[in-house]
């Protein structure tokens, strides 16, 4: 589509796509709706691709994904209404997560507003608490500008989601004959020289100093670098929750990662947190999560170093440098600083490290050669709390990591959403690459499989990997249909339990022996993703993944793999 300097003016709706275009936009996804029909209309001669899904969430999720990968802003389009509200929960993620996301949404005609008219609603009133912008584009002639700003205001600062209402009759009115306008350039704010000296004296006097990184935005140059310089310090360097990615954990040459704080954390991390005398937070507030809810580190020397504001951070702040982490972490690695670290305690937590995430299987409750026990289904009162199915065996999932760790891609990306399902790949799965990972910092359920149709549209020649709960998949595992229709081939496991675990987790601690709304009632999950044409193959036992996983790879196909786990086995142990 060219409209750099149109003849004759294009619509508003074609002038988004177009500007789009402009951005380097690759892929939209969206379920579509008769309010944007003007901007679908646009997109059918433009080298956009629109991937379309089978529900907003879906949609909404892989943008997110998008943003989190490419660095570029997801676009997400929906309808009003009922589409927008479905969409919601990503926004909400990508506020929470700190995200790049753009989410058009078509609206009711501007004559027909406060009028309820049908499907109509608050744009503002809805998104305006969790998107960084919301705007409505009220006048044709700006729609190249709002596009623009849009996805400026997303990736600026602390990235976010910006929210831009498309009435549809606006969209079909003249533009003008201005055309796309030239993308704006994103700052990536440098350190001062006297902040990066007042931050060498402060390691320079520290003897447990500690660096956190988190947030958007890391390369292979600015984590690799970081880990190194770390190390020939003796300076551990952890992840916030769900940022797994942002450094190497496995390099040549000295590395100083020992793992990750948040759920799932190892004991040795948590203390870390505790006794260290300074703390460096690169990209990450020390937020809730991170710090068991508020309760660890909140009193060590800190510095913090956000692209933003200090939004969510807790406790002490002795310096606060606004500058991109990334950039800050190469600033700091070239500086010649020495340290009088304790070398003990970071060889210690590194060894704890490397125990922690290497898996040893451990006999569960039921032996791998159990059969599975055949479920009633269940009244509110009994709760019966096993997977569905007979004749089936439990699978030991810390031996399934073993494999994963062995077979994967060293550039391998992983999906995943909430759940105790996630533990095992948080903990046992080694990240070599930066975006090599989606999960949600915010706790959404349904992440996982559309994050890993969009990994695998983004990156055509990665190895995708998506450890998924039952309840977890059902949430957006329609979303395999989009994977089969557009050539993706993510490769998923579903872990099936038969309840929604980490609720019946906290139901067993408080209230004991009355496990209530926590059942599932599951389907064939490999016979489920045949009927779509995808591969499936239920796992009856950890010896036998290997061989079933290396079936999926070769398939080409979008596959699930449907694995039975022992209902009591809640998550690994957090013990070194």
Not at 63 to 77: F, K, N
Not at 460 to 469: I, K, L, Q
Request: net charge negative; charged share 20%.
């Amino acid at each position: 589509m060219n409209v750099e300097s149109p003849s004759r003016p294009v619509s508003a709706g074609h002038l988004i796509v177009a500007q789009l275009e402009r951005e380097g936009v690759r892929r939209v996804y969206g379920v579509p709706g008769e309010s944007y029909l003007d901007v679908l209309d646009g997109l059918y001669d433009s080298d956009i691709s629109t991937v379309v899904t089978r529900h907003e969430g879906g949609a909404g999720f892989m943008a997110l994904a998008e943003g989190r990968l490419t660095g570029l802003p997801g676009v997400a389009l929906v309808t009003r209404g009922p589409g927008a509200a479905n969409a919601f929960i990503a926004v909400h993620t990508a506020h929470q997560d700190a995200t790049p996301l753009v989410l058009f949404v078509g609206l009711i005609p501007v004559p027909d507003r406060g009028r309820e008219a049908f499907q109509e609603f608050d744009l503002a009133g809805w998104f305006g608490s969790t998107a960084k912008k919301v705007v409505t584009l009220d006048d044709p002639a700006a729609a190249a500008r709002v596009v623009a700003d849009a996805l400026h205001t997303a990736r600026s600062g602390r990235p976010g989601p910006v929210v831009i209402g498309l009435p549809e009759d606006v969209l079909t009115y003249p533009a003008g004959t201005s055309g796309t306008v030239e993308p704006l350039s994103l700052a990536r704010p440098r350190a001062s020289e006297s902040a990066l000296k007042e931050v060498a004296g402060r390691v320079e006097r520290a003897r447990r100093p500690l660096i956190v990184v988190g947030g958007e935005g890391w390369t292979a140059e600015s984590g690799e670098n970081l880990v190194r310089w770390a190390a020939a310090r003796s300076i551990p360097v952890v992840s916030d929750f769900r940022s797994y990615d942002a450094v190497p954990h496995e390099i040549d040459g000295g590395n100083a990662f020992v793992g990750s704080l948040g759920y799932g954390r190892g004991d040795h991390t948590a203390g870390l947190l505790d006794e260290a005398d300074l703390t460096l937070f690169l990209g990450a507030p020390r937020a809730d999560v991170m710090s068991d809810g508020y309760r660890r580190g909140l009193d060590s020397e800190t510095v913090l170093v956000l692209p933003g504001d200090a939004l969510g951070h807790a406790g002490r702040v002795d310096q606060l440098i606004q500058a991109d982490a990334p950039a800050f972490a190469l600033d700091l690695a070239t500086s010649p600083v020495s340290t009088g670290a304790d070398e003990g305690w970071f060889r210690a937590a590194r060894e704890a490290f490397l125990r922690f995430g290497t898996p040893v299987s451990v006999p569960s409750s039921a032996s791998s050669s159990e059969p599975v026990p055949s479920s009633e289904p269940a009244s509110p009162a009994s709760e019966a709390g096993a997977p569905t199915g007979t004749g089936n065996a439990y699978v030991d999932m810390t031996a399934v990591m073993g494999v994963l760790r062995a077979e994967l891609a060293r550039d391998a990306v992983i999906t995943f959403g909430a759940g105790n399902h996630a533990l095992w790949p948080a903990r046992y799965l080694p990240h070599r690459s930066p975006a090599s990972l989606v999960a949600p910092r915010n706790g959404a359920m349904g992440v996982g499989i559309p994050a890993a149709v969009a990994a695998s549209l983004a990156f055509p020649g990665r190895e995708v990997v998506s450890v998924a709960g039952d309840g977890c998949f059902m949430m957006n595992g329609q979303e395999l249909a989009t994977a089969v229709g557009y050539g993706a081939s993510p490769i998923v496991l579903v872990v099936d339990n038969g309840c929604y675990a980490t609720i019946r987790q906290h139901q067993e601690g408080t209230y004991p022996g009355r496990p209530s709304g926590t059942h599932l009632t599951n389907p064939d999950f490999a016979a489920w993703a045949r009927s779509f044409g995808a591969f499936g193959e239920t796992v009856t036992s950890a010896a036998d993944f290997r061989d079933a996983f290396l079936r999926a790879r070769a398939s080409g196909l979008p596959a699930v793999l449907h694995l039975f786990q022992d209902p009591s086995v809640r998550a690994p142990s957090t013990e070194a």
